[in-house]
């Protein structure tokens, strides 16, 4: 790659030495992080119309069995390296545009991935754990498709966080 070309690439400020290789390694985790994420969310809208063809005590069985390892610690702590390691590009490209702004894109998606799940998901996942299958609410077709509606939310705003349209390099 010529010099001018890989100018363009990069942006107007040239990282050189161990400054690259550090945003080239941190970008590789940040794919793999945001990439794991996006697979277990997305896995969520892929079961979408099997689950939703299932009787109450059928769904229930499978959300109190299936997603153990999405959550805390497996799920979790890769959903939080994903976020941070996004923020840490940011930081660590602030003065290459268009990069800065991809990248700010990115992470602010990631980081509403995991603000919506806060606000929407867990109190959910609550709610739904706390059932049984004898004694499933009345209305439990529709807290069901809230549910799923929240992972394909999810699943979106952390698809539009993964690079490599997010941080270009």
């Given amino acids: 790659m010529s010099p001018s070309s890989r100018a363009a690439v990069l942006g107007s400020a040239q990282l050189n030495g161990s400054a690259a290789v550090v945003v080239k390694v941190l970008r590789f985790v940040h794919l793999l992080l945001v990439a794991l994420i996006v697979g277990?969310?997305?896995c969520h809208v892929m079961e979408m119309p099997g689950k939703l063809r299932l009787n109450g005590t059928?769904?229930?069985t499978i959300q109190?069995?299936?997603y153990i390892a999405f959550g805390a610690p497996i799920g979790a702590t890769i959903e939080v390296a994903a976020i941070l390691t996004t923020w840490?590009?940011?930081?660590?490209?602030?003065?290459r545009r268009p990069t800065f702004y991809w990248t700010l894109a990115a992470a602010i998606c990631v980081s509403v991935g995991l603000a919506e799940w806060f606000v929407v998901a867990?109190?959910?996942n609550a709610i739904v754990g706390a059932w049984t299958p004898g004694a499933l609410p009345a209305d439990w077709t529709h807290e069901r498709d809230r549910w799923e509606l929240e992972h394909a939310i999810h699943a979106a705003l952390f698809g539009i966080g993964l690079p490599p349209w997010s941080s270009p390099y």
Avoid at 88 to 95: G, H, I, P
């Fill in 58 to 60: 059928e769904w229930l």
């Fill in 122 to 124: 867990a109190p959910m």
């Fill in 64 to 66: 109190q069995n299936l």
């Fill in 40 to 42: 277990l969310a997305f």
């Fill in 88 to 95: 840490l590009l940011v930081f660590l490209v602030w003065n």
